[in-house]
């Protein structure tokens, strides 16, 4: 498939395309997909998808109340300033998920809805992010950016393959869509001709053609142009200092320091770092409409990460997700705080009367609603208004309610982006309240 995109659009150097944030005094947003009453100008709608598996703390996941005076339990404390462009969504499931075994059977269509093949088979079904990667996708240089904090597990557990358990995003029902782990690998493909490492920087290849763009926009969006690249370098400079670290992750190593050669590049040894390097990678993909939709899997369902920066450093994820415990607790806000870490930038962010995150829609899951593995209704955070068409600073719940589809929000949401399947998944009809 061909893309065409004008050198106004993008900042190009020896090997590497960059491009440029929204700016008011370059109209260059338009495309096939957006709906030819929009302005050419108006900046796109994007999706992003966070994921963490086993559930949260039984008691202090909720929601209630409204806008500004809206309550939440402590798992969501990290997205107190965002509570007026939160909607809380309660009672959804996926009836799919409900059979098999644990763990596989509830994750691998967690974002399709479709049954799943055991005996080891992989067969499951797309998932609605690559949906509108195949449609709205076209527009952008990078269809869908993937990403992920923990190795995929390719064992079988109780008859179904745990590759279902550590991949949220399918791009054919045999297929899940390759997930990169590597934070240099996941900026190369935003930025570079190729996902190889080059001898030089991003920024350094581009900044003559910046020159020549800067000499051609407002003030306004020179200062918004500087502060962009000055996110890229820090970005850059922090991936190569990951790449220093070795490639422990998410426990305590019995060594000071390697006794092996330290690879080239690497995946950073804390997990904090990891994921807040995959939240920047996902922000710059959004910021210069280089993609419009992402995923990122923080760790697998039955995950082995463990927590040594927060003090919990004793027992697995998984295991811990057993109990109630203050550090389960600590854990999941831990998980929120990339969520709430990832809305803070975007809001900041102005792409004409709204910010990126108003133009965005980020939804965070997770494969049940506890450690327990029930699964009759799955916890669900939306932050973002989808370009101004969703009604937030709310809590809705279909509990009790007969058509509780998950893949009735997957179609709420991709109405959203003007991509309009009769029906997806389990589900023939929208959530009307999104």
């Not at 904090?272 to 922000?283: E, F, G, Q, S, T």
């Not at 101004?388 to 982006?417: A, E, F, W």
Request: net charge negative; proline share 4%.
């Amino acid at each position: 498939m061909s893309h065409h995109f004008s050198r106004r659009t993008f900042l190009r150097g020896l090997g590497v395309s960059m491009a440029l944030p929204w700016m008011e005094s370059l109209p260059v947003w338009g495309d096939e997909i957006t709906s030819t009453a929009q302005h050419a100008s108006e900046a796109p709608v994007r999706v992003a998808v966070l994921f963490s598996g086993n559930g949260y703390h039984s008691r202090e996941f909720w929601a209630k109340g409204e806008g500004a005076a809206m309550e939440l339990g402590q798992v969501l404390a990290p997205l107190h300033d965002f509570r007026e462009k939160l909607l809380f969504v309660q009672g959804l499931y996926n009836v799919e998920a409900t059979k098999g075994n644990i763990h596989s059977s509830q994750t691998g269509n967690i974002l399709s809805g479709a049954p799943l093949a055991s005996g080891g088979e992989i067969k499951s079904g797309t998932s609605f992010d690559q949906l509108l990667a195949q449609t709205y996708g076209r527009s952008t240089k990078v269809p869908s950016l993937v990403l992920g904090c923990e190795a995929a597990n390719p064992s079988v557990h109780k008859n179904y393959s745990m590759l279902y358990s550590s991949h949220i995003s399918w791009s054919s029902p045999t297929t899940p869509t390759p997930l990169e782990l590597y934070p240099a690998l996941a900026f190369d493909r935003l930025f570079k001709d190729g996902a190889q490492k080059g001898d030089k920087s991003v920024l350094d290849a581009v900044l003559e053609d910046a020159g020549d763009i800067r000499r051609q926009i407002s003030t306004s969006d020179q200062r918004k142009l500087d502060e962009y690249l000055d996110s890229v370098r820090d970005v850059e400079q922090r991936i190569d200092q990951a790449g220093k670290k070795g490639e422990l992750q998410g426990w305590r190593p019995t060594l000071d320091k390697p006794n092996i050669e330290r690879p080239a590049d690497g995946i950073p040894q804390n997990i904090a770092d990891h994921m807040r390097l995959m939240c920047d990678i996902l922000v710059l993909g959004f910021q210069t409409d280089t993609t419009r939709i992402g995923t990122l899997k923080l760790n697998n369902d039955h995950s082995s990460l463990r927590f040594p920066h927060l003090g919990v450093d004793y027992m697995i994820h998984h295991l811990l997700s057993h109990s109630d415990t203050a550090d389960w607790l600590k854990v999941n806000q831990f998980f929120f705080e990339q969520l709430g870490y990832i809305a803070r930038k975007l809001d900041g962010i102005q792409e004409g009367d709204r910010t990126l995150l108003d133009n965005s829609m980020l939804m965070m899951c997770s494969s049940m609603m506890t450690g327990g593995h029930n699964n009759d209704q799955l916890p669900v955070v939306v932050l973002g208004k989808g370009g101004g068409r969703i009604q937030t600073g709310r809590s809705v719940n279909y509990r009790d309610q007969p058509n509780r589809q998950m893949c009735r929000l997957y179609m709420s949401m991709m109405d959203k982006m003007n991509v309009r399947p009769k029906t997806f998944g389990d589900a023939t009809e929208m959530l009307n309240e999104v």
